[in-house]
């Protein structure tokens, strides 16, 4: 795979970070190649645009209100690595922190695609976090018609 400019692979990975803070996680599936794979260790992996795209549907649509900020990012070759907060917002408003710590490692296979993905979390932090937000008021979405966990 030819090694691409740093300032493409930079500006990918801000589009692919706008993207995913606009929850549009059809437009997210999309930043995948066709034959991308997401590893998710808590979910599995996930193997193709669409096999990514079913599961990041069914995982991300409860919490469309969630934000992800990039606390550092580091770019080598066609190779981005980065800690992404995933937050939710504090349901009474009192200043209230809900998020855990994300790596993200992703590979850059040019024209804005991403041809590899890997999330490493703690998801017992996840769930901790998860259940104070809910304990404090925190409400999920309603799933959409036709969609699974996966």
Do not use: C, K
């Amino acid at each position: 795979m030819p090694e691409f400019e740093r300032a493409e692979v930079e500006s990918a990975f801000q589009h692919f970070v706008a993207v995913g803070d606009s929850g549009d996680w059809n437009a997210w599936a999309d930043l995948h190649t066709e034959d991308g794979v997401w590893v998710e260790h808590h979910l599995g992996t996930q193997r193709g645009r669409d096999d990514i795209r079913r599961t990041i549907l069914a995982v991300m649509g409860p919490v469309p209100m969630m934000e992800f900020p990039v606390a550092w990012h580091m770019i080598d070759g066609n190779r981005v690595v980065a800690y992404i907060w995933q937050v939710f917002p504090d349901p009474e408003r009192a200043g209230a922190e809900y998020r855990f710590g994300n790596i993200t490692v992703l590979e850059y296979a040019g024209e804005g695609l991403w041809s590899f993905q890997e999330d490493v979390y703690n998801p017992r932090e996840a769930e901790r976090v998860l259940t104070a937000w809910t304990d404090a008021g925190g409400r999920l979405a309603a799933p959409s018609a036709g969609s699974s966990a996966p």
